[in-house]
């Protein structure tokens, strides 16, 4: 329905960026993890996301609209782990170098704030919305 698309895009969007929080505190929590079942030390991970289209409802124009946001996949960080020396680790080469996780606090941390405050504008988003629809009724009673 045409009236509640705003809240159906800002659900989805709501939905991606928790995803997003989710991916970034898994990160976080493994900065240190220098053994996964896989092997090797614990891959950083990123979040892509995707526009969910719909086509334009007009017959005469054959655009795409925006419906929302979806996450298009979810993707290792290809950069190699960094190795510090520390020969009595138990994950140490025969060099005594030990592979960590190439993920950087800042750089998580700045992630984290962004998907924080993001999450924030499209809660706005549903609230205000929602006062709006709120009013509307009002008008519609009076």
């Known amino acids: 329905m045409e009236l509640f698309r705003s809240f159906q895009i800002s659900g989805s969007a709501l939905t991606a ?8 505190a898994g990160n976080l ?4 993890t220098t053994r996964t079942d896989t092997g090797g030390p614990y ?12 086509r334009a409802s007009h017959r005469a124009s054959p655009a795409f609209r925006g419906q929302g946001v979806r996450v298009a996949a979810l993707v290792e960080d290809p ?11 138990p994950d140490a080469d025969e060099r005594g170098y030990v592979e960590y996780p190439n993920i950087d606090l800042a750089k998580e941390m700045t992630d984290l704030i962004t998907a924080s405050r993001s999450y924030e504008a499209n809660t706005t988003v549903v609230n205000t919305a929602k006062s709006l629809y709120l009013k509307a009724l009002e008008i519609g009673r009076g």
Not at 17 to 24: A, F, G, H, N, S
Not at 29 to 32: F, K, S, T, Y
């Open 17 to 24: 960026e928790k995803l997003r929080i989710d991916v970034v």
């Open 29 to 32: 929590a493994n900065m240190q």
């Open 43 to 54: 891959r950083r991970k990123t979040v892509v996301f995707g526009t969910e289209l719909a």
């Open 79 to 89: 950069n190699p782990p960094r190795q510090e020396y520390d020969p009595e680790h």
